[in-house]
Structure formats: C-alpha cells, structure tokens
C-alpha cells in the first residue's frame, strides 16, 4: 500500500505550506491518519492525527493553533496545512495511516516529503 505525500518546500518564515498525502489503494475511511515529522538528529514525531470519520483531530503542542488537519473520505486525501512557519518546523514530514480490522492491526507509511523552514 502506498501513501504519497507532496506539498513540501522551502518557505520563509511566517510563511505557509499545504501537505498533501494520497491513499488511493486504501479503504480509506477506515483509517485514522497522522503526520508525523523527523528532524535531523530528532526521533521521529507525532505533529497532527485525525480520526477516520474526521470527527477528532490532535496537535503537537508547539504547532497548536498554526497547523490544521483535515481529510476528504472520497478523494482519498489528507492535508496539513502549516501556517506562520518556523525554522525548528524544518523536517521531513511524513503521512501515515493506521486501523484494526477484525482485530489485525495496519499500519502504512508514505516516503516522507521535506519541509525546509529558512530565510
């Protein structure tokens, strides 16, 4: 199953990126997705996660109130758009997708896509 992020870029501070992640091949609306980012040097980690029917979304407290997370069950899409950007904002980020069905846990991930926050 793949998961294809696009979006990323360099932008300058206070400046804004829209990340996109496709899930063609996925029963979409049974997943709950994540972006995730990794820094160099950094462990890898949770930025924003949306439920399967879009109903409850969660942040990284440092990006409360600029990122926002949404998700369009018939297209297949998830977005991250990332407002008032910073430079520790710089990382790979990457789409990632999760569900249990019938008690078996899937997980995916997309090949990430970089986000370079610099003036």
């Known amino acids: 199953v793949q998961l294809v992020e696009s979006g990323g870029g360099l932008v300058q501070p206070g400046g804004s990126l829209r990340l996109s992640c496709a899930a063609p091949e996925l029963t979409f609306s049974r997943y709950d997705m994540s972006w995730y980012r990794q820094a160099p040097g950094k462990e890898r980690e949770l930025v924003a996660s949306i439920t399967s029917a879009g109903s409850n979304t969660n942040f990284l407290d440092s990006v409360k109130g600029r990122f926002s997370i949404s998700r369009d069950n018939i297209q297949n899409m998830v977005y991250l758009q990332m407002n008032s950007l910073k430079p520790e904002d710089t990382a790979v980020y990457y789409c990632?997708?999760?569900?249990?069905?019938?008690?078996?846990?899937?997980?995916?991930w997309g090949q990430g896509t970089q986000v370079t926050v610099s003036s």
């Open positions: 990632h997708a999760e569900a249990t069905v019938y008690g078996l846990k899937y997980n995916f």
